[in-house]
């Protein structure tokens, strides 16, 4: 009985979360921050763990994005849009 009541609960929990999730929808020219993945280990709570800004230059499919930066000059790269 116990694990049917923890099966029920967690698909309600997963209900609730699948319709609070928020699509982002990037677009061309669009301002775009790149986190600094490598504060995932080592926080520093007074570093910096976003990059950026940078102008979305390129959508390729799969969510892949080309960024430029703000001067102009291209972002070595292609980064995950998510």
Same mark, same amino acid.
């Given at each position: /009985?116990?694990?049917?009541h923890?099966?029920? @609960?967690?698909?309600?929990?997963?209900? =609730?979360?699948?319709?609070?999730?928020? *699509?982002?929808?990037?677009? $061309?020219?669009? +301002?775009? *921050?790149?986190?600094?993945?490598?504060?995932?280990?080592? %926080?520093?709570?007074? @570093? /910096?763990? =976003? +990059?950026g %800004?940078? $102008?979305?230059?390129?959508?390729i499919?799969? #969510?892949?994005? @080309?960024? /430029?930066?703000?001067?102009?000059? %291209?972002? +070595? #790269?292609?980064?995950? #849009?998510?």
């Open positions: /009985m116990a694990r049917f923890q099966q029920v @609960q967690k698909e309600c929990e997963k209900a =609730w979360h699948d319709q609070h999730i928020k *699509l982002h929808i990037f677009k $061309v020219h669009d +301002l775009f *921050l790149l986190y600094d993945s490598k504060f995932d280990k080592f %926080p520093g709570k007074f @570093q /910096m763990h =976003w +990059l %800004p940078y $102008v979305i230059k390129e959508i499919d799969g #969510g892949v994005v @080309q960024l /430029m930066k703000l001067n102009g000059d %291209p972002f +070595l #790269g292609k980064v995950n #849009g998510s």
